[in-house]
């Protein structure tokens, strides 16, 4: 907080002697700043309590979030807008887990601790204009991708207490990336277009795909009276659509294909590896303030290709077939203006952890499990997980809410049972490989199978000025 006031502090001295009017004026009859600069942020206090029992087991002691008080959405803002000419700037800083960035702290792989960390959220330019009945704007910097319109447009109320749907489900890398964004208004329909790194405002460009992405939004949002609003929305993104190097997807060069660490071979795959395609379709209602009710799902395709090895070229190339996966998800908020009950679901390929993964293959039932040379019967992936979650909010104010609920994510495997926790007598955690092998040669510490479901209760406050 120290490093945030003297952050702040430095940065109004700085510009002070720059600018020929006050940083932040009065006028009568207009509201404070309204000629200078807007300040502006949101905090986000958080406590958590993970609920372990014996029938689960799950102890976790590793450092995370799950549990105690934590810090998730803290957003500073600064931002000035030049009506005359139709241009805004703005930059938002945001307060988060260093282990969000990098792998050496103690929740990852390494032993460094995990600190609170300074990290830019938006800073970009914007043109505004109007061409008749229409309203336009361009975008180019750091901004919010398209699949977060539910949440500045206050459809999705709830991002304090978790990651809308289709972040939670993986539209995007990140909410926010670099490059350039055009949006369109003509009365009830709108448009949103971007070309971006792809990699998020987190990374550093080409670490994961040497290309653009692409993805746009179309929607339709009827206000049918002063109480009714309702909208659909479909969105589309095509990850490393075009400008890519034809050899990126080479051993060790992305993430396309790591490094086996082996000097004789020299693999490589097309760029089609690195490739996936994403579409979604979102729907809401709004009825006064006490109906807000949300549909929508997504369907992710990750392309395929052959990996050969160019230091073996008359070797056979291992091919990787096209895979896919799905999700659903619904919100419904029920309240008067100071009280809301919010019950959210979402399903989706992949797991344990939220998020969809592109897991079938065009390997089906029942033609998989009769392939030459199969020793075993083979299926294809059923893995998926289902988060539940249920809250209480009290709105204090129009801009202080409060919100007390209860989280769960249960999961299932390739084969489509439910993902178990590996204990042994000691209390060591241990996997299924382990823990089959013990039926058939003698083990030291016995181990124990226990259903796996993550639980937890929150307690969540927000709080924007």
Same mark, same amino acid.
């Given at each position: ?5 003297? +952050? ?20 009568? *009859? ?24 014996? $029938? ?11 549990? =105690? ?48 960390? &300074?990290?830019?959220?938006?800073? %970009? ?14 975008? &180019?910097?750091? &901004? ?11 459809? #999705? ?9 289709? *972040? ?7 909410? @926010?990336?670099? =490059? ?30 040497? =290309? ?11 206000? /049918? ?52 395609? @994403? ?12 109906? %807000? ?5 997504? &369907? ?21 077939? *096209? ?5 659903? #998800?619904? /919100? ?10 919010? $019950?959210?679901?979402?399903? $989706?390929?992949?797991?344990? %952890? ?12 029942? /033609?998989?499990?009769?392939?030459? =040379? ?16 249920? +809250?209480?909010? /009290? ?10 609920? #209860? ?14 926790? #590996? @204990? ?14 013990? +039926? ?20 969540? $406050?927000?709080?924007?000025?």
């Amino acid at each position: 907080m120290k490093f945030f006031l003297r +952050f702040l502090l430095t940065f109004l001295f700085l510009i002070y002697p720059l600018l020929s009017e006050e940083v932040i004026t009065t006028k009568k *009859e207009e509201p404070d700043g309204y000629y200078g600069l807007k300040l502006g942020a949101i905090i986000t206090p958080t406590a958590s309590i993970r609920i372990r029992d014996k $029938a689960s087991n799950t102890t976790d002691l590793s450092p995370s979030d799950k549990s =105690g008080f934590s810090m998730p959405w803290t957003l500073f803002s600064i931002s000035k807008e030049w009506d005359e000419m139709g241009i805004k700037a703005e930059f938002w800083g945001e307060i988060l887990r260093n282990d969000a960035l990098t792998n050496d702290t103690q929740a990852g792989t390494g032993n460094k601790s995990n600190p609170y960390v &300074f990290l830019v959220r938006r800073a %970009n330019l914007t043109k505004s204009f109007e061409l008749g009945n229409s309203k336009h704007q361009i975008q &180019f910097g750091m &901004f919010e991708l398209p699949h977060m319109f539910s949440v500045w447009s206050g459809n #999705y109320d709830w991002r304090y207490f978790d990651k809308s749907p289709l *972040e939670s489900l993986g539209f995007a890398r990140d909410p @926010v990336d670099l =490059g350039i964004n055009y949006m369109f208004r003509w009365k009830s329909f709108s448009v949103q277009t971007a070309v971006v790194n792809g990699e998020g405002y987190r990374n550093v460009q080409n670490t994961t795909n040497t =290309g653009y992405d692409v993805m746009g939004k179309i929607g339709w949002d009827p206000t /049918w009276s002063d109480h009714l609003k309702t909208g659909i929305h479909l969105l589309g993104r095509a990850s490393n659509a075009f400008g890519y190097a034809s050899d990126e997807c080479r051993e060790g060069r992305t993430k396309c294909l790591p490094e086996d660490g082996n000097p004789n071979t020299r693999r490589q795959g097309p760029v089609s590896l690195n490739q996936e395609q @994403v579409v979604a379709l979102e729907s809401h209602l709004l009825w006064k303030e006490t109906i %807000n009710l949300g549909l929508g799902g997504m &369907f992710k395709k990750q392309l395929g290709g052959t990996i050969v090895d160019r230091m073996n070229p008359n070797q056979a190339g291992t091919m990787i077939p *096209e895979s896919t996966g799905r999700g659903a #998800y619904v /919100w419904l908020g029920i309240g008067n203006g100071i009280i809301r009950l919010v $019950a959210r679901g979402e399903m $989706a390929t992949g797991g344990p %952890n939220p998020g969809l993964v592109a897991t079938e293959t065009v390997e089906r039932e029942p /033609w998989v499990r009769f392939q030459p =040379g199969s020793l075993e019967p083979r299926y294809s992936d059923q893995s998926y997980y289902r988060l539940r979650q249920l +809250f209480a909010e /009290w709105i204090f104010t129009p801009t202080t809410r409060f919100a007390l609920g #209860y989280t769960e994510v249960r999961s299932f495997d390739t084969k489509g049972d439910p993902n178990k926790w #590996y @204990v042994d007598s000691t209390g060591d955690a241990s996997n299924r490989v382990e823990y089959i092998e013990q +039926f058939s040669k003698p083990v030291t510490f016995p181990i124990s199978e226990y259903g796996r479901l993550d639980r937890s209760l929150v307690l969540k $406050a927000t709080a924007s000025f």
